[in-house]
């Protein structure tokens, strides 16, 4: 055990040589706190929500351990409602997940005015080591290399528009292979009685970050960051009547009325969804094309496994 934990972590900081960045979009979990171990990035940013999220007090506290130069914001919730749109326009679609997406972009925002011109971000450890919750339950073997080849991030089209170089470490494809080889009783396992996810990537760094940086629960971003609390503030923004007229007339499957909000936003900016272009499957929720493999949609958000 104690050679693969070695290998991982070998494999792990040649990924962070080959992917250096100026800072690192910290959230203080797991993952961003291995890369900055590993990193030479001198900066860490970290957004959230005016009020809310509890991502701040992991930042700081590893940052001051790391010596990292750590740049908080906090954003209205004003703020964030504003910035809808551009979130919008940027990934041309309306995910319920869009929360997530404005944490992201809000961080890359205040990465921008620090001057900061790439950043290093956690995405993809989640997708191959097993970190949600919903994948202890799935055949993990069959599962993780099939995410694997789907895997895409908002952090990629928003660095992008912003003129923002994204460096992902966990993406580099000597690890991705590695990671995959990792059988799944290693990833999904057992710590002091409960399942957790990405065990094998905790233990390998068990001796190295604190106990409560290493065996915290996994905090999506926007749970972290407190930007979830905006599902509910702007399904406030949509009356039940409107809602149920929306389900009777368009053809989206909508899952929420936050959900029915940014798909309102979408259509005053691209109008209808596109077709699905020859060789593409129908997307279940919206119409839309998906691959013929594909379990998620861009677009809309659909999932297979809601």
């Known amino acids: 055990m104690e050679d693969m934990l070695e290998e991982l972590r070998q494999h792990l900081h040649r990924s962070v040589e080959k992917n ?6 910290f959230s203080g979990g797991l993952d961003t706190s291995i890369l900055a171990l590993l990193s030479s990035a001198s900066s860490g940013v970290n957004m959230r929500l005016n009020g809310y999220g509890e991502d701040l007090k992991y930042a700081q506290m590893l940052a001051g351990k790391l010596g990292l130069n ?44 620090k001057g900061i011109q790439s950043i290093i971000t956690g995405d993809g450890a989640d997708e191959l080591f097993a970190g949600y919750s919903y994948m202890f339950g799935v055949d993990l073997e069959e599962y993780l290399p099939r995410l694997s080849r789907q895997m895409q991030f908002s952090s990629n089209r928003l660095g992008k528009h912003m003129g923002i170089e994204i460096k992902q470490p966990f993406l580099d494809k000597e690890l991705v292979e590695f990671a995959l080889s990792i059988r799944p009783e290693l990833k999904v396992r057992k710590h002091d009685g409960q399942m957790v996810g990405k065990w094998i990537l905790r233990q390998a760094f068990s001796s190295l970050l604190p106990g409560e ?94």
């Open 20 to 25: 250096p960045g100026e800072a690192i979009l």
């Open 70 to 113: 750590l740049y908080t914001g906090e954003v209205s919730v004003q703020e964030a409602i504003e910035a809808i749109p551009d979130v919008i326009l940027i990934l041309e679609s309306f995910d319920p997940a869009l929360p997530n997406d404005l944490a992201i972009y809000m961080g890359l925002l205040l990465a921008r005015d």
């Open 213 to 306: 940086i290493v065996w915290q629960t996994k905090r999506p971003i926007e749970i972290g960051s407190g930007f979830t609390r905006l599902h509910d503030i702007i399904g406030d923004m949509i009356g039940d009547e409107e809602m149920e007229e929306a389900k009777k007339r368009l053809p989206i499957g909508f899952l929420s009325k936050d959900h029915l909000f940014y798909y309102k936003t979408y259509f005053r900016i691209f109008g209808e969804v596109p077709a699905p272009r020859p060789g593409e499957a129908i997307c279940p929720g919206c119409g839309t094309g998906i691959t013929l493999q594909g379990r998620h949609c861009r677009v809309c958000g659909w999932s297979e496994r809601l």
